[in-house]
Nanobody, 123 residues
Framework: HVQLVESGGESVQAGGSLRLSCQAS????????LAWFRQALGKEREGIAG????????YYADSMKGRFHISEDKAKNMAYLYISNMTPEDTAMYYC?????????????????WGQGTQVTVS
């Protein structure tokens, strides 16, 4: 069983940067995709980036390339999302999710494990 806990969300000013963390428990380093999604108020949940724990390769949604960077620390069972040059449009609840089977682009319906989310507000 996989459990995910996000942290690091806070209020930041436009132009700033932030690193979100996802603490994973369970055996996620056997072919999982660890991904970050976000959901703004009144909008659908959208995929940002994923990291494939077996190969260590990464994927970014086209609209997220450039300002987002996903990484992992296998020793700590952690995944991170670094966001730079933030704008008010980045305001959303950010979620970490894990899936054993997935397709690209990232689809929330394919992810069976979710964290509780961490709120990011940009003003």
């Amino acid at each position: 069983h996989v459990q995910l806990v996000e942290s690091g969300g806070e209020s930041v000013q436009a132009g700033g940067s932030l690193r979100l963390s996802c603490q994973a428990s369970g055996d996620i380093y056997r072919g999982y995709c660890l991904a970050w999604f976000r959901q703004a108020l009144g909008k659908e949940r959208e995929g940002i980036a994923g990291i494939f724990t077996g190969a260590g390769s990464t994927y970014y949604a086209d609209s997220m390339k450039g300002r987002f960077h996903i990484s992992e620390d296998k020793a700590k069972n952690m995944a991170y999302l670094y966001i730079s040059n933030m704008t008010p449009e980045d305001t959303a609840m950010y979620y970490c999710a894990a899936a054993r089977s997935w397709s690209l682009p990232l689809r929330p319906t394919e992810f069976e494990y979710w964290g509780q989310g961490t709120q990011v507000t940009v003003s």
